[in-house]
T-cell receptor
Framework: EPEVTQTPSHQVTQMGQEVILRCVPI?????FYWYRQILGQKVEFLVS????????KSEIFDDQFSVERPDGSNFTLKIRSTKLEDSAMYFC????????????FGPGTRLTVT | DQQVKQNSPSLSVQEGRISILNCDYT??????FLWYKKYPAEGPTFLIS?????DKNEDGRFTVFLNKSAKHLSLHIVPSQPGDSAVYFC????????????FGQGTTLQVKP
C-alpha cells in the first residue's frame, strides 16, 4: 500500500541553524501539507501546496518557513533560522484531491532545537 | 483555537465491548469530518470520514455518527480490541473552501484484555 515517507526521523539542530525536512508524498496525490505537533498540544496546520504553489498557510508559517517541490516526488519544508519553540513533530500529508478530503500522513520528523 | 474539541482526554474499555469517542465542533463551515488513530512515534493514520450530507458512515468495526444540529460527532468501535489502544483524533475540514484539517486534542483509548 502506498505511503507517505519522511526523512530524517529525528533532527537535532542548534538555534539559528537552517533545517530542511523532507517528504515523499503518495505518487498520484495532488495536494501536499505540512502540520506540526508540539509536545502535549494539538496537531496544527502549517501550509498546503497545490500545483506548485502555496494554496494556504497558517499564522505560524511566517517568513522563516518555506516549502518546495524540487522534483516530481519530493516535498520539503525549510526553516531558515530555527528557534527553540520550533521543536516539535513535523508531519507531511498528501491528498488525492478531486473531491477526496482524506489526508494521509507520514511518520513525522522529530525536530529538536537546542 | 477551539473549533474542534474532544472533551475526554482518555477512555478505558474492556475488550469486546463498545468504545465511543466523542467530538464537538463550533464552525458551521465544516463540511467534512475525519477520524485518525495515532500510535506513539508514528503519524496519524486515517480511519474513517463522513461528509456533512450524511449522518452515518460505517466501515467494518468503525462507525461514525454526525449530528449537525448539535455540532457533534462520535466514533463507535465494536467490538473493541486491545490493538485499538491508541490516541484518536477528530479532524474537520471546510473542504469546499480549504483543505486544511483542524484537529481536536485527541482521546487516548485503552482497551483492556
Amino acid at each position: 500500500e502506498p505511503e507517505v515517507t519522511q526523512t530524517p526521523s529525528h533532527q537535532v539542530t542548534q538555534m539559528g541553524q537552517e533545517v530542511i525536512l523532507r517528504c515523499v508524498p503518495i505518487s498520484n496525490h495532488l495536494y501536499f501539507y505540512w502540520y506540526r505537533q508540539i509536545l502535549g498540544q494539538k496537531v496544527e496546520f502549517l501550509v498546503s501546496f497545490y500545483n506548485n504553489e502555496i494554496s494556504e498557510k497558517s499564522e505560524i508559517f511566517d517568513d522563516q518557513f518555506s516549502v518546495e517541490r524540487p522534483d516530481g516526488s519530493n516535498f520539503t519544508l525549510k526553516i531558515r533560522s530555527t528557534k527553540l519553540e520550533d521543536s516539535a513533530m513535523y508531519f507531511c500529508a498528501s491528498s488525492p484531491g478531486t473531491g477526496s478530503y482524506e489526508q494521509y500522513f507520514g511518520p513525522g520528523t522529530r525536530l529538536t532545537v537546542t | 483555537d477551539q473549533q474542534v474539541k474532544q472533551n475526554s482526554p482518555s477512555l478505558s474499555v474492556q475488550e469486546g465491548r463498545i468504545s465511543i469517542l466523542n467530538c464537538d465542533y463550533t464552525n458551521s463551515m465544516f463540511d467534512y469530518f475525519l477520524w485518525y488513530k495515532k500510535y506513539p512515534a508514528e503519524g496519524p493514520t486515517f480511519l474513517i470520514s463522513i461528509s456533512s450530507i450524511k449522518d452515518k458512515n460505517e466501515d467494518g468495526r468503525f462507525t461514525v455518527f454526525l449530528n449537525k444540529s448539535a455540532k457533534h460527532l462520535s466514533l463507535h468501535i465494536v467490538p473493541s480490541q486491545p490493538g485499538d489502544s491508541a490516541v484518536y483524533f477528530c479532524a474537520a475540514s471546510a473542504g469546499r473552501y480549504t483543505g486544511k484539517l483542524i484537529f481536536g486534542q485527541g482521546t487516548t483509548l485503552q482497551v483492556k484484555p
